[in-house]
T-cell receptor, first 113, second 112 residues
Framework: RKEVEQDPGPFNVPEGATVAFNCTYSNSASQSFFWYRQDCRKEPKLLMSVYSSGNEDGRFTAQLNRASQYISLLIRDSKLSDSATYLC??????????????FGKGTKLSVIP | NAGVTQTPKFQVLKTGQSMTLQCAQDMNHNSMYWYRQDPGMGLRLIYYSASEGTTDKGEVPNGYNVSRLNKREFSLRLESAAPSQTSVYFCASMVAGNQPQHFGDGTRLSIL
């Protein structure tokens, strides 16, 4: 099983739609979880951290299920500017692992007018 | 603040040439990283430095060397460039363990 797995997409959705991305991770010792977005030919940028209780930032909601080793990202009321690749990121555990992040290959989202 | 600054932004090399990619951060972060990103492969860790004075291999270290010059700067060296090292290279920094990383805007390297 890969360390971090995501559906590569692409997800093509109309403006205003709600879209959900899922991610699974294999390392049960992982302690930190993030969603990044990466625009074409740009660097990855932190979108939000993911907490066990779930968290929301405007139109974005992230959920973590440690028992199932599953992370999700929900985007409501999609905007054209949300078009990007979304990367699921987990760390490799405690100690030395806390300094290493494993990146999923990303899910590509295209929001269509 | 500039955040994480990488130089150069673009470079073309011939097989066998050497070069050093530079990275500097002004966020007083303890840890620094070098990744490469290839189509369909995602981000792969080359080397990292958890703190000043330490460096460790990542997933794909062969053909590369690194130097943590001081807390701010972390360089990546290709001693004898090969076409397989054609890639986009990202430097990142992190304040401490279990925190997110912040990326520079990348170096696009082509080796002919």
């Amino acid at each position: 099983r890969k360390e971090v797995e995501q559906d590569p997409g692409p997800f093509n959705v109309p403006e205003g739609a709600t879209v959900a991305f899922n991610c699974t991770y294999s390392n049960s010792a992982s302690q930190s979880f993030f969603w990044y977005r990466q625009d074409c030919r740009k660097e990855p940028k932190l979108l939000m951290s993911v907490y066990s209780s779930g968290n929301e930032d405007g139109r974005f909601t992230a959920q973590l299920n440690r028992a199932s080793q599953y992370i999700s990202l929900l985007i409501r009321d999609s905007k054209l500017s949300d078009s990007a690749t979304y990367l699921c990121v987990v760390n490799r555990g405690s100690g030395a692992g806390s300094y290493q992040l494993t990146f999923g290959k990303g899910t590509k989202l295209s929001v269509i007018p | 603040n500039a955040g994480v600054t990488q130089t150069p932004k673009f470079q073309v090399l011939k097989t066998g040439q050497s070069m050093t990619l530079q990275c500097a951060q002004d966020m007083n972060h303890n840890s620094m990283y070098w990744y490469r990103q290839d189509p369909g492969m995602g981000l792969r860790l080359i080397y990292y430095s958890a703190s000043e004075g330490t460096t460790d291999k990542g997933e794909v270290p062969n053909g590369y060397n690194v130097s943590r010059l001081n807390k701010r700067e972390f360089s990546l060296r290709l001693e004898s460039a090969a076409p397989s090292q054609t890639s986009v290279y990202f430097c990142a920094s992190m304040v401490a363990g279990n925190q997110p990383q912040h990326f520079g805007d990348g170096t696009r390297l082509s080796i002919l």
